[in-house]
């Protein structure tokens, strides 16, 4: 029976507010009559701040909760950041819906610097992630990396104090928040590269719910779908989870998928990239292929095989 009513489980930092109240946006409009309400929760993710993520470890630290929550029939839905959802999910649930997606670059911050050249020998870079830590270190070995965790807004305002001299985030979480004049520069494929899924929002639900399904596949986004399982499917064999240092970006064309893939180290700041094409139906295929290439070239090691 097509439900009357679709319950959002969602994080409760701005960020998760605004793409959760997207989702529901973009969910009455499709579905007119439709009743769409929010249901903020709170996540392990959230709650342990006083750590890197990668030292907190567990897959889908940000998702268990909301999962709780549609099992318990509490929710029919849950909104998330796709970089923050495991190559792997939960058994019994699915991704029906990935949204177009935003601009995937990561963003250079900063009050005193334009970008990362402008930067001072040995100045202070917050970031907690493995993946912009490992590029930094490979363009400018000098620099001071320091922890940063928090939502978005708690990390501006550590900038702002003064513990930085620059911090890099998404330049989607930012452009969300209507905070797109932080950004003083962009850090772009082919030098730079986003997480796997970066700046794609996906709608999870039960696979035993096809009347759900149903309605929240209207938003799914065929072109953002193709590109995603590829950059998903290489972290999967690179055995991806925030706690290595991998980057992906896939574009996709008349011609095709270009998938390109990096594994760094973050202490060395040593970067091995491979890329590949394929059909557009080979998504998969090409992100197992890129994987591939990359233990080829020695990423084993580096990831801790
Ligand atoms: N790990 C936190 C997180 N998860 C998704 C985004 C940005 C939005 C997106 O990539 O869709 C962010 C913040 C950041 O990295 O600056």
Redesign the pocket.
């Known amino acids: 029976m097509t439900p009357t009513t679709l319950r959002i489980a969602t994080r409760k930092s701005a960020?998760a507010l605004w793409q959760a109240e997207h989702v529901a946006a973009e969910l009455r409009a499709v579905h007119p009559g439709l009743l769409v309400e929010l249901v903020p929760l709170s996540t392990r993710g959230d709650e342990i701040l006083d750590k890197p993520l990668a030292t907190i470890g567990g897959k889908g630290l940000f998702l268990k909760e909301l999962e709780v929550a549609m099992l318990e029939g509490r929710a029919e839905l849950a909104v998330h950041?796709?970089?923050?959802v495991p190559a792997e999910l939960e058994p019994g649930f699915v991704l029906p819906a990935i949204l177009p997606r935003?601009d995937a670059a990561d963003a250079f911050v900063s009050n005193d610097y334009a970008d990362l050249a402008a930067l001072p020998l040995g100045a202070r870079v917050g970031t907690s992630s493995l993946r912009r830590q490992a590029q930094l270190r490979a363009v400018r070995p000098d620099l001071t990396l320091l922890d940063l965790r928090g939502n978005?807004g708690t990390r501006l305002s550590k900038l702002d104090a003064g513990h930085y001299d620059a911090i890099l985030?998404?330049c989607?979480?930012l452009e969300r928040l209507g905070l797109a004049s932080r950004i003083r520069s962009r850090l772009t494929a082919p030098d730079w590269l986003p997480a796997p899924g970066?700046?794609?929002?996906a709608i999870e639900a039960r696979a035993d719910q096809p009347d759900v399904l149903a309605l929240l596949h209207a938003l799914d986004d065929a072109q953002t779908r193709l590109a995603v399982t590829a950059e998903r499917a290489m972290n999967h064999v690179l055995g991806g989870s925030c706690t290595v240092p991998v980057g992906a970006w896939c574009t996709v064309t008349e011609r095709g998928l270009h998938l390109r893939g990096m594994v760094g180290d973050v202490s060395s700041g040593r970067l091995l990239q491979a890329e590949a094409e394929a059909e557009g139906d080979q998504a998969e295929a090409l992100g197992r292929q890129v994987a591939q290439a990359l233990f080829d070239k020695g990423a084993g090691p580096l990831l801790g095989h």
Request: aromatic share 0%.
């Open positions: 960020l950041s796709l970089k923050d935003a978005v985030l998404a989607a979480g970066q700046a794609a929002i």
